[in-house]
Protein backbone atom coordinates (compact mmCIF):
# COMPACT_ATOMS: atom_id res chain seq x y z
CA UNK A 1 0.00 0.00 0.00
CA UNK A 2 1.26 3.74 -0.79
CA UNK A 3 2.61 5.47 2.04
CA UNK A 4 3.36 9.60 2.20
CA UNK A 5 5.59 11.40 4.23
CA UNK A 6 5.89 14.90 3.90
CA UNK A 7 9.28 17.18 5.00
CA UNK A 8 10.40 19.93 4.51
CA UNK A 9 7.97 22.65 6.40
CA UNK A 10 9.49 25.33 9.31
CA UNK A 11 9.25 28.38 9.99
CA UNK A 12 10.10 31.72 7.52
CA UNK A 13 9.72 34.95 7.27
CA UNK A 14 7.61 36.89 4.84
CA UNK A 15 9.00 36.85 1.24
CA UNK A 16 10.90 33.74 2.04
CA UNK A 17 11.34 30.37 0.78
CA UNK A 18 10.50 26.59 1.07
CA UNK A 19 10.48 23.12 -0.68
CA UNK A 20 8.32 20.55 0.34
CA UNK A 21 9.06 16.76 -0.31
CA UNK A 22 6.17 14.57 -0.33
CA UNK A 23 8.62 10.53 -0.45
CA UNK A 24 6.19 7.71 -1.32
CA UNK A 25 6.98 4.19 -0.04
CA UNK A 26 5.46 0.64 -0.42
CA UNK A 27 4.75 1.18 -4.57
CA UNK A 28 6.24 3.37 -7.16
CA UNK A 29 4.70 6.62 -8.36
CA UNK A 30 3.89 5.82 -11.89
CA UNK A 31 0.28 6.70 -13.12
CA UNK A 32 -0.79 9.03 -9.51
CA UNK A 33 -1.80 12.35 -9.05
CA UNK A 34 -0.42 13.61 -6.35
CA UNK A 35 -2.06 16.53 -4.97
CA UNK A 36 -0.40 19.31 -2.54
CA UNK A 37 -3.19 20.22 0.36
CA UNK A 38 -3.39 23.02 3.08
CA UNK A 39 -5.47 23.07 6.21
CA UNK A 40 -4.67 26.44 8.19
CA UNK A 41 -6.56 26.76 11.85
CA UNK A 42 -10.41 27.06 11.60
CA UNK A 43 -10.26 26.90 8.04
CA UNK A 44 -11.63 24.08 5.79
CA UNK A 45 -8.53 21.75 4.00
CA UNK A 46 -7.74 23.75 0.38
CA UNK A 47 -6.18 22.50 -2.63
CA UNK A 48 -3.11 24.61 -3.98
CA UNK A 49 -1.68 22.13 -6.47
CA UNK A 50 -1.59 18.68 -8.39
CA UNK A 51 1.02 17.06 -10.99
CA UNK A 52 0.26 14.06 -12.86
CA UNK A 53 3.54 11.65 -12.14
CA UNK A 54 3.65 9.97 -15.55
CA UNK A 55 3.75 13.27 -17.57
CA UNK A 56 5.06 15.61 -14.96
CA UNK A 57 1.73 17.98 -15.43
CA UNK A 58 0.59 20.99 -13.43
CA UNK A 59 -2.05 22.93 -12.10
CA UNK A 60 -2.02 25.37 -9.14
CA UNK A 61 -4.72 27.46 -7.35
CA UNK A 62 -4.88 30.94 -8.31
CA UNK A 63 -3.64 31.61 -4.60
CA UNK A 64 -0.65 30.32 -5.22
CA UNK A 65 0.16 30.75 -8.61
CA UNK A 66 3.86 32.26 -10.07
CA UNK A 67 4.43 31.63 -6.55
CA UNK A 68 4.69 27.72 -5.88
CA UNK A 69 6.28 25.09 -8.66
CA UNK A 70 5.34 21.30 -8.31
CA UNK A 71 7.91 18.81 -9.93
CA UNK A 72 8.92 15.26 -9.23
CA UNK A 73 11.87 13.06 -9.23
CA UNK A 74 10.80 9.37 -10.43
CA UNK A 75 14.47 7.95 -9.38
CA UNK A 76 13.49 9.44 -6.04
CA UNK A 77 9.68 8.10 -6.04
CA UNK A 78 9.14 11.56 -4.45
CA UNK A 79 7.07 15.19 -5.59
CA UNK A 80 7.94 18.12 -4.53
CA UNK A 81 6.40 21.69 -3.69
CA UNK A 82 9.19 24.56 -4.05
CA UNK A 83 6.64 27.42 -2.31
CA UNK A 84 8.36 31.31 -2.93
CA UNK A 85 7.35 35.10 -2.16
CA UNK A 86 5.51 33.26 1.03
CA UNK A 87 2.87 35.22 2.77
CA UNK A 88 1.37 35.46 6.32
CA UNK A 89 -1.40 33.86 4.87
CA UNK A 90 -0.07 30.65 3.22
CA UNK A 91 0.78 29.78 7.19
CA UNK A 92 -1.30 26.21 7.34
CA UNK A 93 -0.41 22.66 7.47
CA UNK A 94 0.40 21.34 4.46
CA UNK A 95 -0.49 17.71 3.01
CA UNK A 96 0.29 15.60 -0.20
CA UNK A 97 -2.27 13.18 -1.09
CA UNK A 98 -2.26 10.47 -4.21
CA UNK A 99 -4.74 9.43 -6.65
CA UNK A 100 -5.88 9.03 -10.58
CA UNK A 101 -8.08 12.24 -11.01
CA UNK A 102 -6.87 15.90 -11.86
CA UNK A 103 -8.50 17.50 -9.01
CA UNK A 104 -8.14 20.01 -6.03
CA UNK A 105 -10.76 18.47 -4.36
CA UNK A 106 -9.68 16.57 -1.71
CA UNK A 107 -12.10 13.90 -1.95
CA UNK A 108 -10.59 12.84 -4.61
CA UNK A 109 -7.50 11.71 -3.51
CA UNK A 110 -7.16 8.40 -1.94
CA UNK A 111 -3.43 8.13 0.30
CA UNK A 112 -2.52 10.96 2.57
CA UNK A 113 0.64 11.84 4.31
CA UNK A 114 0.81 12.96 8.08
CA UNK A 115 1.57 16.94 7.17
CA UNK A 116 4.31 19.48 7.63
CA UNK A 117 3.65 22.93 9.51
CA UNK A 118 4.26 25.77 7.52
CA UNK A 119 4.99 28.48 9.22
CA UNK A 120 5.27 32.52 7.73
CA UNK A 121 6.27 35.13 10.26
CA UNK A 122 8.43 37.95 10.77
Known amino acids: QLQLVESGGGLVQPGGSLRLSCAASGSTLDKQIIGWFRQAPGKEREGVSW????????YYADSVKGRFTASKDNARNAVYLQMSTLKPEDTAVYYC???????????????WGQGTQVTVSS
Open 51 to 58: ISVSDGST
Open 97 to 111: AAGFRMSLLDTMYIY
